[in-house]
Structures are given as C-alpha cells and as structure tokens.
C-alpha cells in the first residue's frame, strides 16, 4: 500500500467524518491505493462508530496521549508513506498533493505542511501563535536545525525512515523529536507552505502551558542528542 493517513483522536464525532471524506475525495486521484487509519484514544462521543461508518480501519487504546497515539499508528501503519493531520479539521486536507508532490520530486523523508514559511497561514489566538513562533524560533536555533515549523503534526513521513528512529516523548513535543531523530540521521526534511485554523467542531484536548513545558523539556534533551547525536 502506498499511503496511509493517520488520524489520532479523542472525542472527535462531530468532526471526523467530514474529514475522511474529505481526504478521500482528494487523495484518491493521486493515490489510488491508500488506507485512513484511526487511532483512538478512549472517546464517549460516538467517534469511533463514525469513523468506521466513514470507511477508516480503527484501533483504540484507551488513555493514549498524542505522542503515544502516533507510535502506535507509526506501528500499525501499512503504507509506505504516512500522513499525519489533526482530526479537528484544522489542518486542510486539499494541501495533500502539495505535499506529495514536494516528497516525489525531493527525495524527501519528510514534508512538513509549515505554517511560517512563505504563504503559510495560521488563524488562532495572537497568544497561541505568539508562543508557537517563539518557541520554534528558540528550537531551530538551539538544535541548529534550518526549519520555520518544528512543532507542525500535518507532515508526510516515508514509514522506512520512521521505523529506523526511537522516540519518547508522550506528548505534542514528539514533533520536535522527531525532527531530530530525522535530522541526526542525515534525512531530508522538506517544507511546504501550510496552514492552520481554527477546529470546527468540540473542544480542544491542547493545554498550551502543559504543552510549552513539555516542548521545553523535550528541547533540553533534543539539545543533547544534536551534540552527541544520538
């Protein structure tokens, strides 16, 4: 199979149809064979029967975080490449071929859908997107890594490159060790100008200074696997 798109969600009835059936709408023109994985973390809202109703291979662990619910679709993932997105629709589906256009034409092992390059678009609270900039501005940096969107889960990865990395973060923050773990390793990470809005149905699971702290700590340790590159 050539493609699997991996969704992670919790409590996601209202959105996660809209959003399979969008993906399949633009998807299947490009890549005819392909799978939508969801890996649920213990939803109450119908999620789960939605999401199968909607044509999607489901796998629930109750209680997975975001960093945990990713290893687990990285595992059970049967595509050759893996796309990631958030299943609140805040990242938009349609910018797919951009990505796999950039990935087939670079030799890329990741493309990151990056909501501050050129023609990336962010809509969230000036707070939210004030620290968001901050802190990848700090991380690219710190790990002396070139990248504008380090923290972006809307990426397209080739699962061979992501079976030969380790990680443990447990949360948001496996982005950016993920990115190091790619980077350490001499892979090719690509950007595409992406963009970011606000989720259309429920309520967010984000926590934002559960989420900076996480992110911080991660970074100390990113930082030292750059120096010895581990």
């Given amino acids: 199979m050539e493609l699997t798109?991996?969704?992670?969600?919790?409590?996601?009835?209202?959105?996660?149809?809209?959003?399979?059936?969008?993906?399949k709408d633009v998807v299947s023109p490009i890549v005819p064979?392909?799978?939508i994985l969801v890996i649920d973390g213990g939803s109450r809202d119908g999620t789960v029967e939605e999401a199968r109703r909607a044509g999607a291979r489901v796998r629930t662990v109750e209680g997975l975080s975001y960093g945990r619910s990713l290893r687990e679709g990285f595992s059970q993932a049967e595509g050759r490449l893996i796309l990631?997105?958030?299943a609140d629709l805040s990242h938009p589906i349609r910018i797919f071929p951009l990505m796999w256009e950039a990935m087939r034409g670079s030799g890329a092992q990741m493309v990151i859908a990056s909501r501050y390059v050129a023609g990336g678009r962010v809509e969230r609270p000036f707070f939210r997107?004030?620290?968001s900039r901050t802190l990848n501005k700090i991380s690219s940096s710190l790990l002396?890594?070139?990248?504008?969107?380090?923290s972006s889960g809307f990426r397209l990865y080739e699962k061979?490159?992501?079976d030969s990395v380790t990680t443990r973060a447990v949360n948001f923050d496996i982005q950016e060790e993920l990115?190091?773990?790619?980077?350490?390793?001499?892979?090719?990470i690509m950007e595409v100008p992406g963009a970011y809005g606000p989720r259309h149905e429920g309520m967010s699971k984000a926590n934002v200074l559960l989420f900076a702290f996480s992110y911080l700590k991660t970074l100390s340790r990113?930082?030292?696997q750059r120096r010895t590159k581990i």
């Avoid at 798109?5 to 993906?23: D, F, H, R």
């Avoid at 990115?179 to 090719?188: D, E, L, S, V, W």
């Fill in 222 to 224: 990113m930082w030292w």
């Fill in 33 to 35: 064979q392909f799978e």
């Fill in 160 to 162: 061979k490159a992501l």
């Fill in 144 to 150: 002396d890594i070139p990248l504008n969107d380090l």
């Fill in 129 to 131: 997107d004030l620290l």
């Fill in 179 to 188: 990115i190091t773990q790619f980077a350490n390793r001499g892979y090719k």
């Fill in 84 to 86: 990631t997105l958030d």
């Fill in 5 to 23: 798109i991996l969704l992670p969600t919790l409590n996601e009835a209202g959105n996660v149809s809209s959003l399979i059936a969008e993906a």
